[in-house]
């Protein structure tokens, strides 16, 4: 037993440092604080100065730091190099000896089992796997047994002599053992093919499922797509001007911008005009681009703006109250619609305002008001657009 402990004594030695604090109860050179052994005992070559037995490791240390320049001047760059990636204690105290394998430092039974234990299959990372399994405790101790070979199958019992048979329970045509009851045995095989064709019906599930869910997507696909499509261009009652309205607040851009496009009653451009707008908010460009349109447009007219911010609709038709920072520019869209023929301000889709939101996104990156007339608008890109406009 004695020679057992000693043998131990000997391997927790190993795994112990210590950890200075102030250095002034370690010497530096024969004590072993940062390995097994002490630099005196290593093969190395060490300055005469470091070989003075009444050297400690305070002699070493500025501040609770270590004197690099010193250490490699005299201890050379290996040893230096070492000594300068030690860690050292925060404070002042005395120094002591911790258990080197744990975070802190702090010895328990259960870090020196397992430092003094061998690395083999009985710390495999797959034993803290099996016993975390989301499943009833008696499974995980079934699986834990089986895997350590402990089940109590009739071979074994026979050879312990319990029990006088060794056959196997379910088939009795060979000797029970652990791979004959679980793999080899005919009713054992039934079950793992029963297995495998349940995993195949749920793959084939899945797969089903996945099929079913891109038939919906893409029928609901093609429903969008027949809801835009009968939203085309309907013509206006003669006379009227259909002013589609938009903004741009784009990401990075230094600016707002706002747009208004104005096309009779077959369509055809009669203004197209955008410039960059001080805003705030989206609510508070979309009513500057309401106002560019009406300005556009001129008084003696019927307008029917077409705009994609339901909230600027409903402060202009005084359905509720306007928030402070833009009253007086609702007030300004009001009293320029007022000095219009009639006015009708109706909401209408992004899908539908692709010829304002191009306009508006040109106006965020320009330096004033730009406008395109009906003779220039043929080489430029509008025209391209208005043919597939809403």
Known sequence: ??????????KIKMGCRVLIGNGRSTRATYDPWMKEVSWSRQPRELASALMDENLRVADIINNQRWTIPRLFREAGSDMA???????????????RWIWWPHPRGTPSVKAIYHSLQPQSEHHWEGWRILLRLPVAPRIRLFCWKLMWGKLPMRAYLHYIHIGSEDR?????????????????????????EIMQTRKTLEEAVVRRGVALAEEFR???KEKKQKE???????????GWIKVNTDDA???GAYQDGAAAVLRDENGELVQAVWEPCPGSSALQTELWAIRLGLKAAGRECRLEIKTDCLEAIRCMKRIELSPWRVRNLVQECVELANECMDVRLTHVGREANKVADWAAAKASVASGTSFIEPQNYVISSVSTRLRVDF
């Open 81 to 95: 190099y070492e000594i300068s990636n030690f860690p050292m204690g925060t404070d002042t105290s005395e120094d």
């Open 228 to 238: 835009v499509s009968r939203k085309r261009w309907e013509p206006l009652q003669p």
């Open 249 to 251: 607040l784009r990401a």
């Open 218 to 220: 893409q029928k609901n």
């Open 168 to 192: 196997c329970a379910l088939c009795g045509l060979f000797c029970e053992t652990i791979d004959h009851l679980m793999f080899m045995c005919r009713y054992s095989r039934e079950v793992w």
């Open 1 to 10: 037993m004695w020679g057992a402990l000693t043998q131990t004594a000997k």
